[in-house]
């Protein structure tokens, strides 16, 4: 079974500060690795996504995140955060089974809440 | 291109009655999957459906069901509503195949069951 968490349900940070959203996850294979962002009534919205290759993947908005297959997880980083940045971050995992299809399992959710 | 649509947007119903939701993927979008999201539960997977068949489901009673049409248009439908049910029921689209492309998700439908 794969499995996503997202150690802290919060995380507030000074704007112009350095933003980091952990994420450590579990899955049987290798895995499919994406971070979405939800703003208040909203659907999710794709930042960036791990399939293979470089460890270190660069998405939207400035965002980018780490792979590290040793401690099974991928931090969602943004060097310089902006108060619109503040919204829902949820990590997502699939499991490289073709029998899995386009199942995600997320984590729980960070809200990050970024103050001027 | 125009984004995934889904319809309605909010929806109120009794306890005891069925709901049909629908979804319009990102043209050229084969797979459609269904989530619901409540501040209890976070995110959980409902089913895909992949070029009309369903192609992965979640752990989800048999209430809930879906369906994808010829142009991969999708409804899901659940019947004998619980006051549990009250959610917001996301759709997501996505190229399909293996499963290494992104998903697009939709604004959600916010089901409220009283």
């Known amino acids: 079974a794969q499995s996503v968490a997202q150690p802290e349900d919060q995380v507030n940070v000074a704007e112009g500060n350095p933003l980091t959203v952990k994420c450590t996850y579990s899955v049987s294979g290798n895995p499919y690795l994406f971070w979405y962002v939800q703003y208040p009534n909203r659907g999710l919205q794709f930042l960036l996504k791990?399939?293979?290759?470089?460890?270190l993947v660069k998405g939207s908005y400035g965002f980018e995140a780490e792979f590290n297959k040793s401690q099974t997880s991928f931090h969602l980083k943004k060097p310089s955060a902006l108060v619109s940045d503040s919204a829902l971050y949820f990590c997502a995992v699939r499991d490289i089974l073709k029998a899995a299809g386009n199942k995600l399992t997320f984590g729980g959710g960070t809200r990050v809440l970024v103050k001027p | 291109k125009a984004g995934v649509t889904q319809t309605p947007r909010y929806l109120i119903k009794t306890r005891g009655q069925q709901v049909t939701l629908s979804c319009s993927p990102i043209s050229g979008h084969r797979s459609v999957s269904w989530y619901q999201q409540t501040p209890g539960q976070g995110l959980q997977f409902l089913f895909e459906y992949f070029s009309e068949t369903q192609r992965n489901k979640g752990n989800f009673p048999g209430r809930f069901s879906g369906r994808q049409f010829s142009n991969s248009r999708s409804e899901m439908n659940v019947s004998t509503l619980e006051l549990g049910d009250s959610a917001l029921y996301l759709c997501?689209?996505?190229?399909?195949?293996?499963?290494?492309?992104?998903?697009?998700f939709g604004p959600g439908t916010r089901l409220t069951v009283t």
């Open positions: 997501a689209s996505s190229l399909g195949g293996q499963g290494n492309y992104e998903q697009y």
């Open positions: 791990y399939i293979t290759g470089d460890n």
